[in-house]
Structure formats: structure tokens, C-alpha cells
């Protein structure tokens, strides 16, 4: 899979869903100390990132998701052996109501 810089909502919970099934874990990372509702959130902590394992997708989100994308070649020079992207739209486009139906 090719990674994008920014994935929308439904674009995460679609790719959630298919790269768990493949073992690859993706965490949604709160970098503004507010948690999104119905959503399992992680609070950004490098040190704890960093434990993770290699190849885990970290999905960053802000208000916006401008900070995020602005500052997304940081967090992939912290974390060279996970796979960064931004949420776009961040925590203000969120639909707590949004789900993924499979399609089978």
C-alpha cells in the first residue's frame, strides 16, 4: 500500500480496518489534548510511540489538520520506522457517527 500524507476520515477508518486484518496496527494520535468522541485516541508521546511496532501506521490529528501536515516530515524523522500521516480536516470534520460497512 502507498502511503498518502493525508487521509481523510473514511479513508482512516477504511485502511484501519484492512490493515489491522493484515496485523498492521494504525493508532489515531491526539497532538492537541482533546480527545475525539467515539474514538479510540492516543495521546502523542514519542517515547511511548517509539515502542510500537515497526511498520505501525501513526495517524496525527489537530483542530484542522494544517499543524499536523505542516509538521508531518517531522514526525517521520522521529519515527523512521513507522508510516506518519495527517488527518485531514482534523478533530473539526470529524462525524462521530461515520462507520465502515463491509462491502462482502
Known amino acids: 500500500m502507498i502511503f498518502p500524507n493525508e487521509w481523510t ?3 482512516f477508518l477504511q485502511n484501519k480496518k484492512k490493515l489491522e486484518i493484515d496485523g498492521i496496527k494504525v493508532i489515531l ?3 492537541i489534548l482533546s480527545p ?8 502523542y508521546n514519542p ?7 515497526e511498520g505501525t501506521v501513526f ?8 499543524a499536523t501536515l505542516n509538521r508531518l516530515n517531522e514526525y ?4 523512521p520506522n513507522h508510516i506518519c500521516i495527517s488527518l485531514k480536516g482534523g478533530r473539526g470534520y470529524w462525524r462521530k457517527n461515520m462507520m465502515v460497512i463491509n462491502d462482502d
Open 47 to 53: 517515547y511511548e510511540l517509539k515502542n510500537e511496532p
Open 29 to 31: 494520535v491526539d497532538t
Open 9 to 11: 476520515q473514511k479513508e
Open 76 to 79: 517521520r524523522e522521529k519515527f
Open 59 to 66: 495517524v496525527f490529528y489537530c483542530d484542522t489538520g494544517k
Open 36 to 43: 475525539i468522541q467515539k474514538a479510540d485516541t492516543v495521546v
